[in-house]
């Protein structure tokens, strides 16, 4: 049995127009992709992710901060309660094989860090910019200027070694 590929999108709870419709194209793009999509399972970006996802006929997973399943978007299928508030942040990130972070504040922040503490590559849009010399070598941190080339990214740099083209 193959697991299918996971991606976690990450992005503040509070998004501007632009960043909700990126957002949602991100979360149609991984639904086509055949990748189930993880979000801290609420509002702003995570809401409109699992709502792209969710039309083209996705598994969306919310990993959310409290102990009630009820307070998830309405997109998310599978809503993990964790009782952690914050500190969740580190599962998010690391039960993606990929991180695609949609613009965001200080707790998307933390779950970049985490991901790339993690190995786990990171692909930005219109997010946090890093100082590449403050990467480990051996994280990925990528910017992406559209929805479509961040998924693309997220499979590409997820694919094994071997499988490359």
Request: charge should be negative.
């Amino acid at each position: 049995m193959t697991r299918p590929l996971r991606i976690s999108v990450i992005g503040g709870g509070r998004a501007t127009a632009d960043e909700l419709a990126t957002a949602e194209s991100v979360g149609r793009a991984i639904a086509q992709a055949g990748a189930v999509l993880v979000c801290g399972g609420l509002g702003g970006v995570m809401e409109a992710a699992a709502h792209g996802a969710r039309e083209a006929g996705g598994l969306t997973v919310g990993i959310l901060p409290g102990y009630d399943a009820h307070v998830a978007a309405p997109d998310i299928l599978v809503p993990i309660v964790t009782g952690m508030h914050e500190a969740r942040n580190v599962i998010v990130a690391a039960s993606g094989d990929a991180v695609i972070a949609v613009g965001g504040s200080l707790g998307t922040l933390t779950e970049i860090g985490f991901a790339l503490k993690l190995r786990r590559p990171v692909i930005g849009l219109g997010t946090w910019s890093l100082d590449p010399s403050r990467v480990p070598a051996d994280a990925r941190f990528i910017a992406a200027e559209t929805p479509e080339a961040a998924v693309a990214a997220a499979v590409r740099a997820c694919r094994p070694a071997d499988e490359e083209e």
